[in-house]
């Protein structure tokens, strides 16, 4: 019986709860995250200490924060996520995360992450910070605030992704 058991808890959590029929019938309700994820973050550090091939100028701009190019690459399981975010100047890397699922309301990506800092940019050392994504399935897009500790960093501002594949 512990056979099947495991056999089953393997097979659901690698693969079946991606299954399209078993979201459309309501019986698993956490989206599918996985893939890379591209787009913008817009940072509330000062525009005079990013180098100028960083900044985006073209298309949506929020007053008071610079836009940047960025991707992030979601790794999911049924009862697993891992997010790593490919930012302009440093990697950052989840340490806990997670999927909230509510009635009437976006499923919102939460987690915790660890950034290495920069090697070329002496005013980004390293850092932790936390990031809240809520997902708009119909674009298939993560939108959300991020925040870094401000005994150590901070800075805050918005990330907008969209799923490439």
Known sequence: MGVVSSALYIGFTRYLWKW???HDKGL???PNLNGTWEGHLYTSVDADLIPD???VDNGRQIEGLTK???SI???QTW???RVSLDGPESPSHSRAATILVKEKAWPTLSYNYWNDGSTTNEELDPHYGTAILEYDERED???GKYYNRPDQRGTH???ELYRVN
């Open 28 to 30: 698993v309700a956490v």
């Open 68 to 70: 940047q190019e960025t």
């Open 157 to 159: 501002g918005i990330l």
């Open 53 to 55: 091939e960083q900044i």
């Open 73 to 75: 690459e979601i790794n």
């Open 79 to 81: 009862d697993k996520i």
């Open 20 to 22: 399209e029929l078993l």
């Open 141 to 143: 897009k993560l939108e």
